[in-house]
């Protein structure tokens, strides 16, 4: 167990700094205010998350130990939205369209509520 999250947060770290170097690259080199590395970590992330995922389920080249150490621990880090678009895209494929929207919605409008809530806290406190 304690080689796992060895292996966890190792991996963990690795995300943080991808996700950091590769947002800061895509800003120098793209410019301006709109958040392009954001966008391109989330999208590269939805990529790899399902190319692990699919390597993992469908082909057995990866076994359950390294899928969660690179889905948990590096991509957790990398980038929750993968996370989140994985689990929507399970609700939405499957059938439960209804719990797939509800899920987008709810997740979208409490988390600008949060961060909304938490920049008004930051003010009082």
């Known amino acids: 167990m304690f080689h796992k999250i060895c292996l966890l947060a190792l991996a963990g770290a690795c ?4 996700r950091y170097g590769l947002t ?9 205010v709109f958040p392009w590395g954001t966008v ?3 999208v590269l ?3 790899l998350f399902g190319l692990v995922w699919t390597a993992r389920g469908e082909r057995a080249v990866i076994s359950p ?12 880090a990398f980038t929750t939205f993968s996370t989140f678009i994985a689990e929507t895209s399970h609700l939405l494929i499957g059938t439960q369209l209804l719990m797939g929207v509800t899920n987008i919605a709810l997740q979208l409008v409490t988390g600008i509520g949060g961060f909304i809530l938490g920049l008004g806290l930051g003010r009082i406190i």
């Open 45 to 47: 992330g939805c990529l």
């Open 40 to 42: 391109v970590v989330n």
């Open 24 to 32: 800061g690259v895509i800003h120098r080199w793209v410019g301006g």
């Open 65 to 76: 130990e390294a899928r969660v150490v690179i889905l948990t621990g590096f991509m957790g």
């Open 15 to 18: 995300g943080t700094l991808t």
